[in-house]
Nanobody, 123 residues
Framework: QVQLVESGGGLVQAGDSLRLSCAAS????????MGWFRQAPGKEREFVAA????????YYADSAKGRFTISRDNAKNTVYLQMNSLKPEDTAVYYC????????????????WGQGTQVTVSS
């Protein structure tokens, strides 16, 4: 199995940027497609972005397209989420997740989850 630890969250103002990191340990990192999800208070967890094992393909929710970029450094066992032009509606706990089968938008497809990191965007 794999252990995931997110970092990089914080309190920022609208329009600012943040880069989230997710460090993986355990089983070979390149065995997993990786994804980012988020959950706002009172809302269901939602897909943000995903990346295939090689990093060659990426996928985004409509809310993230053009503002967020997912990337991975397989040498560092880390996946990143660069978030630009942040909005108050981006406020949520952000989770990274690892999938053995494929990178997708459904949380059910992911096998391992981190504890999450809080992102708060003030207006």
């Amino acid at each position: 199995q794999v252990q995931l630890v997110e970092s990089g969250g914080g309190l920022v103002q609208a329009g600012d940027s943040l880069r989230l990191s997710c460090a993986a340990s355990g089983r070979t990192f390149t065995s997993y497609a990786m994804g980012w999800f988020r959950q706002a208070p009172g809302k269901e967890r939602e897909f943000v972005a995903a990346i295939r094992r090689s990093g060659g393909s990426t996928y985004y929710a409509d809310s993230a397209k053009g503002r967020f970029t997912i990337s991975r450094d397989n040498a560092k066992n880390t996946v990143y989420l660069q978030m630009n032009s942040l909005k108050p509606e981006d406020t949520a706990v952000y989770y990274c997740a690892a999938a053995l089968i494929r990178a997708g938008s459904r949380s059910e497809g992911y096998d391992y989850w981190g504890q999450g990191t809080q992102v708060t965007v003030s207006s």
